[in-house]
Antibody
Framework: EVQLVESGGGLVKPGGSLRLSCAAS????????MNWVRQAPGKGLEWVSS????????YYADSVKGRFTISRDNAKNSLYLQMNSLRAEDTAVYYC??????????????WGQGTLVTVSS | SYVLTQPPSVSVAPGKTARITCGGN??????VHWYQQKPGQAPVLVVY???DRPSGIPERFSGSNSGNTATLTISRVEAGDEADYYC???????????FGGGTKLTVL
């Protein structure tokens, strides 16, 4: 059974940093591209970042480019999102999601349950 | 940047057909995916590549895509279909994933 479990969320002050993790199990993690998607309270889904299976391709939404860094450790079956210079508008539930392929973006077939990040003083 | 436009809400009586649209410039040339999200839960893929269904998704869910509009159709709507629905495409010109703003489906 495919499982994606996010962790690392919490309360952080504006300008602060946070590192999210997504632990994957039930599939060959190194064969799949992975993604981060966020959802602000009461709002819609917003794509954040994507990384291909071998980290050859990395993409960022304009709203986070230069502040967030996506990475993965295939040996640890883990996906990460390093978030720096956090702003109030980054407050959201952050989901990790698996792509159906390992290289070019296709679609998201499995999602984790999300971790809440709150940016507030 | 590419924009997907969905109606904020759609209401339908049980047993009837609900149609949720997703508008975008020449969206018919892209593959559209649809996700269902119930309150407090993660999104679930219900239609992919315009009109295909993942295993486990009822045949009542179908999709189409042509011109500037993609449509998710839910036939014989049930109370359990009440949820937010999001369309999604990959915009190759910007290398960005794009989601529509979401449509809240209310079953009357």
């Amino acid at each position: 059974e495919v499982q994606l479990v996010e962790s690392g969320g919490g309360l952080v002050k504006p300008g602060g940093s946070l590192r999210l993790s997504c632990a994957a199990s039930g599939f060959t993690f190194s064969s799949y591209s992975m993604n981060w998607v966020r959802q602000a309270p009461g709002k819609g889904l917003e794509w954040v970042s994507s990384i291909s299976s071998s980290s050859s391709y990395i993409y960022y939404a304009d709203s986070v480019k230069g502040r967030f860094t996506i990475s993965r450790d295939n040996a640890k079956n883990s996906l990460y999102l390093q978030m720096n210079s956090l702003r109030a508008e980054d407050t959201a539930v952050y989901y990790c999601a698996r792509d159906v392929t390992g290289e070019l973006p296709e679609l998201f077939d499995y999602w984790g349950q999300g971790t809440l990040v709150t940016v507030s003083s | 940047s590419y924009v997907l436009t969905q109606p904020p809400s759609v209401s339908v009586a049980p047993g009837k057909t609900a149609r949720i649209t997703c508008g975008g410039n020449n969206i018919g040339s892209k593959s559209v995916h649809w996700y269902q999200q119930k309150p407090g839960q993660a999104p679930v893929l219900v239609v992919y590549d315009d009109s295909d269904r993942p295993s486990g998704i009822p045949e009542r869910f179908s999709g189409s895509n042509s011109g500037n509009t993609a449509t998710l159709t839910i036939s014989r709507v049930e109370a359990g279909d009440e949820a937010d629905y999001y369309c999604q495409v990959w915009d190759s010109s910007s290398d960005h994933w794009v989601f529509g703003g979401g449509t809240k489906l209310t079953v009357l």
